[in-house]
């Protein structure tokens, strides 16, 4: 089986003689011509995708990914993790990629994060899964970055690249305290009182 994704205008194709070889065999069907038995009609190569596709290369950066579907039991936890670029993803797994990388992964694993999706957000499957949409990503409310909060941002980006490392070395390894001062970190960037906290923390 062959898999091509042609971006357009980035290809030469007769760099791969074999994929140009074996895409040749369905002659004119692939011509972008727009006419009768061809793809509709673009200023794009015989080869190429028919649409330009600017975003592609978005795919080879590094990534905060997570899972489209989730079995679970009460208290749903989002689980986002981190991947090099290079790698590629097939559904139902979803990905953004963004600046501040560690900031992101930091904040939406927090528990904070978790119990905003769990009261206001998720989508429940059944009575045991929850479905985690990519429009969900837009609703979870991340604080932006300000010269007041940024240190606090610097320290959760500190905290995600220890726990980043430490299973990388040892995939088994225990970071609950830094994720717990990642959670303490994300309480100081609402400022929220211990009260507060105390009754969001009640489900635990």
Not at 9 to 29: E, S
Not at 112 to 138: A, E, P
Not at 178 to 196: A, M, P, R
Request: charged fraction near 25%; charge should be neutral; aromatic fraction near 14%.
């Amino acid at each position: 089986m062959i898999i091509f994704f042609g971006p357009s205008l980035k290809i030469n194709i007769d760099n791969y003689p074999a994929i140009r070889d074996y895409l040749k065999t369905f002659g004119k069907r692939l011509e972008q011509t727009g006419e009768k038995g061809c793809r509709k009609k673009t200023f794009n190569k015989w080869f190429e995708h028919q649409d330009t596709i600017a975003y592609y290369e978005e795919f080879e950066k590094e990534k905060v990914v997570w899972g489209g579907v989730v079995t679970t039991k009460e208290f749903f936890k989002l689980r986002l993790c981190f991947v090099e670029k290079g790698i590629f993803l097939n559904a139902p797994a979803n990905f953004m990629v963004v600046n501040k990388t560690n900031y992101f992964l930091g904040y939406l694993n927090s528990y904070l994060n978790n119990w905003f999706y769990n009261n206001f957000i998720g989508t429940v499957l059944h009575k045991d899964g929850v479905r985690f949409y990519v429009d969900d990503m837009f609703k979870i409310p991340i604080p932006p970055i300000t010269p007041s909060n940024e240190p606090i941002v610097n320290q959760i980006e500190a905290l995600v690249d220890k726990i980043l490392a430490a299973k990388h070395q040892n995939p088994q390894a225990v970071t609950a305290a830094e994720e717990q001062e990642i959670d303490n970190l994300v309480y100081k960037l609402y400022e929220l009182t211990e009260e507060e906290i105390k009754i969001m923390e009640g489900g635990k």
